[in-house]
């Protein structure tokens, strides 16, 4: 094959930095009843259009493998994923703690020190210094935490960027990184409409609610965070969810928490306690046994809270619908 017969085929084959499929030959004819050969892109397969022969199966595809959104969108085609809440982003080799070959046998006793010693060096080589050692500490925290709680993969990373922001800001010197961690999870899960209360952060956290509370303040003073106050209805979810309540009493709790909203009574309240006692109202309306006692031990808001505040939902609640 010429040179020139080389290029035109690599052009063919490439168009806008993406490799396509071959072109069918001109002209190619089943061996069998001399019909059209088809390319079916789908099934990888070359087959005749007449008889139906299959003349190739399970060819390669030479076309992208990602879903492109946008035009600025990175197409490397290398590399594991990048995460916020690795302190090397997930870019390093990991040495797995199995001692396994890859058909799952045991390795010999040899082989198992070099492992040792291999795993050693590597975990002495991914943290460098001090400020990924650290990083490696709080992004562990924040993964702990967050899946004790329940929170989603987007709330963590938004965690991840929040303690990198403090530490590159040098807000950590003289403060637990504990206590950093929980705050920038806290403040991640109010950003994503996930909210947790202060009593759930603390019951997972190895520091009490104090520094954390501290801690908080002082992150949304200096990295400048912009958060809204928490909505009571986002909570109903893992409230409804925890009491084991019907849907139809988390729907009139919702409704219950839509009135009382229409008429202020969520102002300086605890938007939590709004919404334990919009689920207590909710149950009793419903004919639930749902009991204060139980309430305050699922969502952490007391009795007494609940108490007074689900009578003002209520009436609140029988006003709206008297009105309509």
Not at 28 to 46: K, L, M, N, Q
């Amino acid at each position: 094959m010429s040179q020139t017969t080389v290029d035109t085929a690599v052009e063919g084959s490439t168009r806008n930095g993406e490799r396509e499929h071959p072109p069918e030959r001109q002209g190619a004819e089943c061996p069998e009843c001399t019909g059209s050969i088809r390319h079916d892109a789908e099934h990888g397969e070359r087959t005749c259009a007449e008889c139906g022969l299959v003349l190739d199966a399970d060819a390669i595809d030479y076309g992208p493998e990602w879903l492109c959104l946008d035009d600025e969108e990175d197409r490397r085609r290398v590399g594991p994923p990048v995460s916020s809440v690795k302190h090397d982003r997930g870019l390093s080799t990991t040495i797995g703690w199995r001692n396994e070959d890859a058909y799952g046998n045991r390795v010999s006793e040899r082989k198992r020190d070099r492992l040792r010693r291999l795993r050693t060096w590597n975990e002495r080589f991914s943290s460098k210094n001090a400020q990924e050692r650290n990083l490696k500490q709080a992004f562990g925290e924040i993964e702990r935490m967050a899946s004790a709680l329940g929170l989603p993969e987007p709330c963590r990373e938004t965690a991840g960027v929040l303690y990198r922001r403090a530490v590159d800001e040098e807000l950590l010197p003289g403060r637990s990184i504990e206590a950093m961690a929980t705050a920038c999870l806290y403040a991640a899960a109010r950003q994503h409409g996930t909210p947790r209360t202060l009593v759930a952060f603390e019951s997972v956290s190895r520091v009490e609610k104090l520094p954390v509370q501290r801690a908080y303040r002082y992150l949304s003073s200096e990295l400048g965070l912009r958060i809204e106050p928490a909505d009571p209805i986002h909570y109903l979810p893992q409230y409804a969810s925890a009491l084991e309540v019907s849907d139809d009493a988390e729907r009139l709790a919702r409704e219950i928490l839509e009135a009382a909203k229409a008429r202020d009574l969520h102002s300086g309240r605890s938007p939590a306690g709004l919404a334990a006692a919009a689920v207590y109202g909710a149950a009793r309306l419903t004919n639930e046994r749902v009991t204060q006692a139980t309430i305050g031990e699922e969502t952490g808001v007391s009795s007494v809270t609940v108490r007074n505040r689900y009578r003002e939902l209520l009436d609140a609640y029988e006003e709206r619908c008297d009105r309509g």
